[in-house]
C-alpha cells in the first residue's frame, strides 16, 4: 500500500519540528550544510515552503518570489513552524489533494508532495546538523524519498535546486544516498 503525502508529511514533520524548536538564538548565524542558507535564513525558507506548498495542495499557485522574514518578524517563530507544518498535513490530506496536477508548476501533485516532503526532512537535517542535533527521519519516508528524488535530480540540478551528488562510502544508510543525490554530504559537521 502506498503512504498518502499527508501521512508522510506527518511523520516528517514529528522530525523535524523539535529539530526547529531547539534552535537556540546563538546558533542562528551559523552556517549549515545548505551552503546558501545560514539557520536563519533557512528556517525562514523551509517556513515559507511550508506555507506555500500548503497552497499547491489547494491547486492554488504559489509565490516563490515573497522575502520571508520569520525568525525576525516578530512572534514566535519556532511555534509558527509547528503550527504551518500541521496545515501543510492537513491540506495535503483534503480530498483531491493527490489528484491531478498543482498550481504553480504544473506537475503532478504526488510530485509536488515529494518535493516539500524532501524540503521538510533533507532541510531539518540540514538545521540539525548545524544547531548541533540529533536527528533521524522516518523510515517510511526515507523510503518514499529515495527513487522520488532519484526521479526529480536531473531536473532539480538543472534548476539549480540540487548540487552535483556526492559520492558515498560502501555502506551508505539509505538516508545518506537520499542527501547524496541533493548535493549534500551526509558526513557534514558543524564548524
Same mark, same amino acid.
Request: charged share 20%; aromatic share 2%.
Given at each position: 500500500m502506498t503512504?498518502?503525502?499527508s501521512d508522510l508529511l506527518e511523520a516528517a514533520a514529528e522530525c523535524a519540528v523539535p529539530v526547529v524548536r531547539g534552535i537556540t538564538d546563538d546558533r542562528l #548565524?551559523?552556517?549549515?550544510?545548505? +551552503?546558501?542558507?545560514?539557520?536563519? +535564513?533557512? /528556517? #525562514?525558507? &523551509?517556513t515559507q515552503v511550508v506555507i506555500n506548498f500548503q497552497a499547491l495542495a489547494a491547486k492554488k499557485d504559489a509565490d516563490f518570489s515573497v522575502e520571508a522574514r520569520f525568525v525576525d518578524g516578530g512572534g514566535d517563530w519556532r511555534e509558527r513552524f509547528a503550527e504551518e507544518t500541521a496545515t &501543510? /498535513? =492537513?491540506a495535503w490530506a +483534503?480530498? =483531491?489533494?493527490?489528484?491531478?496536477?498543482?498550481g504553480t508548476f504544473g506537475l503532478p501533485a504526488r510530485t509536488v508532495g515529494h518535493m516539500v516532503l524532501g524540503d521538510l526532512t533533507v532541510h531539518a537535517w540540514d538545521l540539525a546538523r548545524?544547531?548541533?542535533q540529533e536527528f533521524t527521519p522516518s523510515p517510511a519516508v526515507v523510503v518514499e524519498l529515495g527513487p522520488a528524488l532519484d526521479q526529480m535530480a536531473p531536473m532539480a540540478r538543472k534548476g539549480g535546486v540540487f548540487g552535483e551528488p556526492v559520492a558515498l562510502?560502501? =555502506?551508505?544508510?539509505a538516508f545518506a544516498r537520499v542527501l547524496a543525490v541533493t548535493g549534500r554530504d551526509p558526513e557534514w559537521v558543524r564548524v
Open positions: 503512504n498518502t503525502i #548565524d551559523a552556517p549549515t550544510p545548505c +551552503a546558501e542558507y545560514d539557520v536563519r +535564513a533557512l /528556517v #525562514d525558507h &523551509l &501543510l /498535513v =492537513g +483534503a480530498p =483531491g489533494a493527490e489528484e491531478g496536477t498543482t548545524a544547531t548541533g562510502r560502501e =555502506g551508505a544508510s
